[in-house]
């Protein structure tokens, strides 16, 4: 059985790529194997630092939305929350500041839920306010991409607010390829269940800005696990 061991730097990605997301490509021909042939695939090590954001380009854009008395769409404001990790003063502060003269919003610690309360005088061209968190639900405590309507009186958020940092790492494998062994993990956007593309996953376990080691000490296959926001990985 023959081994090769593949290094992979996030540092030699191309321009339009991120640390967090970026492909290697292997040319054809330079890994094969005979009919009825295999690989093995497994994660040596790998290591990244721990400077993930929780609140970033792919959970901060949320909408501000009014409509007319006759309920027709007057006007639509695209809105983003700080990226970073905020603690939910931050987040409080961050709406209050982004909508301020359109609605006060107010955090009971109990719930962990916010109330909105519109604070923008009620015409017929601004007759109904709405927000909808499009993909920033787990900070408003509401359903992503449904527009929630803002009283006068206060409206509470549909869910608790999510604000937990970030926990979990997980690495993935995309491209041309099967397994013979699947695990099985539900769809971004749907709970259908699908055959897993994740090869390792592990947990986040030092303090922000640290850097996070994993070695593969037994030398396991970890082919049906996880890959994600990594620095630097190495493959075997």
Do not use: W
Not at 6 to 18: A, L
Not at 102 to 118: A, H
Not at 130 to 152: E, H, K, M, R, T
Not at 201 to 218: A, E, F, G, H, R
């Amino acid at each position: 059985m023959s081994k090769v061991n593949i290094y992979v730097n996030s540092k030699n990605r191309k321009s339009d790529e991120t640390p967090s997301n970026f492909s290697v490509i292997i040319p054809d021909g330079l890994l094969k194997v005979n009919k009825h042939e295999y690989f093995t695939l497994s994660v040596n090590s790998f290591y990244c630092y721990n400077d993930f954001y929780q609140c970033n380009s792919n959970s901060n854009y949320f909408t501000l939305i009014f409509k007319t008395s006759l309920n027709e769409l007057y006007l639509t404001q695209k809105l983003y929350l700080n990226v970073g990790n905020p603690n939910i003063y931050d987040l409080l502060s961050d709406i209050n500041s982004k909508l301020s003269g359109y609605l006060t919003c107010s955090y009971d610690n109990i719930k962990n839920k916010i109330t909105y309360t519109r604070i923008y005088a009620q015409t017929s061209n601004y007759y109904t306010m709405y927000i909808n968190a499009v993909n920033s639900g787990c900070f408003f405590g509401l359903n992503n991409n449904v527009d929630i309507s803002i009283s006068l009186t206060g409206t509470e958020c549909t869910n608790p607010i999510n604000i937990n940092s970030i926990r979990a790492l997980s690495v993935g494998i995309d491209g041309d390829i099967s397994f013979n062994n699947n695990n099985m993990e539900s769809n971004l956007n749907n709970s259908v269940y699908k055959a897993s593309d994740l090869i390792l996953q592990t947990s986040v376990s030092v303090p922000k800005c640290y850097l996070l080691n994993y070695q593969n000490i037994d030398g396991g296959d970890s082919f049906k696990y996880t890959l994600g926001n990594h620095d630097r990985i190495k493959y075997l």
